[in-house]
Each structure stands twice: as structure tokens, then as C-alpha cells.
T-cell receptor
Framework: DAKTTQPTSMDCAEGRAANLPCNHS???????VYWYRQIHSQGPQYIIH???NNETNEMASLIITEDRKSSTLILPHATLRDTAVYYC??????????????FGQGTILTVHP | DAGITQSPRHKVTETGTPVTLRCHQT?????MYWYRQDPGHGLRLIHY???????DKGEVSDGYSVSRSKTEDFLLTLESATSSQTSVYFC????????????FGPGTRLLVL
């Protein structure tokens, strides 16, 4: 699976959009981009994933560049409860039964009042 | 939430004693995983299961065994607990059939004295 690079930390004001970047320059054509987050002391929470097209759900939007070498997770109206560590992960589509997720260091997002 | 519970949520035990952690799902998903999370190491896969009675080792399986006698339950056993197994343990489930998304339980905090 491709390696990802994320900033160590980011800040955001409550109510504003939080844009979290991820670099995955070695991604291959059949690898998905997944985003998870982990709020302190809780289990990782699935947010969104995509292959080529931009995606949106009730939690967030995922923008993937045309060359697929980077992506941005957008939380449109950040709240204090969005303070968490955000992980960008690349996974082989239709992968083996192994299905192991490799969590890097992630981005610590702090939402300020 | 993805219908995953873990028990116990917290446990303190002594070195050398056996410990069993339980993961229970109500989703009838095929794949189940046990991870441990430690500072500086992120999440590391211990064991996984791809069906009833079908299990395999992950990257940090030494000192751990697992069993899956029913689709809904995946047990992690520390045969003889050591202080190095003090950690937070997370269970995850995945539907399979090309669906790569894993959903995590709330975690079990284990302290081995």
C-alpha cells in the first residue's frame, strides 16, 4: 500500500471549514484513499473514502486531485467535537482477506472556540 | 455505530495470569480484527479472522491467541499476561466482498502489573 504524508498538526476556528491535506504520491490506480479519525480514548472512526472522484457524505467531503497524488478532507463547519487525530490511509481496492490498515502518525486537528 | 462491543472495557491484571478479551458484532460481517495501540506505534494488527474458525496472525501476534467459534464473536487471549501487553486493544469488523471499510469498537484498556 502507498505511503501517505500528513501535517503533524493543524488549527481551525469553530464554525469554519477545516481542510486537511494528505500526500500519497505513490498511489496506484486501484488504491482507495480512506480517512479515519480518532477522538481521544475512543476507537478510530471511519469518515469517508474515494477512488478517483470527489466524495461527500454527512460528515465530510473528500477532494482527490486529478493525478490522485494528493487529497484533502474537508469538514465544512468544524465544531469543538471535531478535535481529533485524522488519518489518511491508502488501501488496495478489492484487497486480500488480510485487509490490514496501516495508520501513520496522522494530523492532530484542534478546533478553537 | 457499527454494532461492535468489546468487553471488558477496562481490566487490571497481574503478570502471568491469563486474560481473554471479547469482541461482539451484530452486523454478521465476515472479517474481524484485533489491533493494539501504544504511544509511538499507532495501531498494530495482532490477529484477524476471515470466517468462523478461520484466523491468521498479524504483525505482533507473539503472546496472543484468538478464537472464532461464531460469526459474531472474536476472542483474544493473552495466555500469560506480561507488562509489555499493557495497551489499548481495538476490535474491528469488515464486510468483505470488495468492501474495505473497517469499523472499530470502543476499545479495551488493559493494565498488566
Amino acid at each position: 500500500d502507498a505511503k501517505t504524508t500528513q501535517p503533524t498538526s493543524m488549527d481551525c476556528a469553530e464554525g469554519r471549514a477545516a481542510n486537511l491535506p494528505c500526500n500519497h504520491s505513490t498511489i496506484s490506480g486501484n488504491e482507495y484513499v480512506y480517512w479515519y479519525r480518532q477522538i481521544h480514548s475512543q476507537g478510530p472512526q471511519y469518515i469517508i473514502h474515494g477512488l478517483k472522484n470527489n466524495e461527500t457524505n454527512e460528515m465530510a467531503s473528500l477532494i482527490i486531485t486529478e493525478d490522485r497524488k494528493s487529497s484533502t478532507l474537508i469538514l465544512p463547519h468544524a465544531t469543538l467535537r471535531d478535535t481529533a487525530v485524522y488519518y489518511c490511509i491508502v488501501i488496495h481496492a478489492g484487497g486480500t482477506s488480510y485487509g490490514k490498515l496501516t495508520f501513520g502518525q496522522g494530523t492532530i486537528l484542534t478546533v478553537h472556540p | 455505530d457499527a454494532g461492535i462491543t468489546q468487553s471488558p472495557r477496562h481490566k487490571v491484571t497481574e503478570t502471568g495470569t491469563p486474560v481473554t478479551l471479547r469482541c461482539h458484532q451484530t452486523e454478521n460481517h465476515r472479517y474481524m480484527y484485533w489491533y493494539r495501540q501504544d504511544p509511538g506505534h499507532g495501531l498494530r494488527l495482532i490477529h484477524y479472522s476471515y470466517g468462523v474458525k478461520d484466523t491468521d496472525k498479524g504483525e505482533v501476534s507473539d503472546g496472543y491467541s484468538v478464537s472464532r467459534s461464531k460469526t459474531e464473536d472474536f476472542l483474544l487471549t493473552l495466555e500469560s499476561a506480561t507488562s509489555s501487553q499493557t495497551s489499548v486493544y481495538f476490535c474491528a469488523i469488515r464486510p468483505g466482498q470488495g468492501e474495505e471499510t473497517q469499523y472499530f469498537g470502543p476499545g479495551t484498556r488493559l493494565l498488566v502489573l
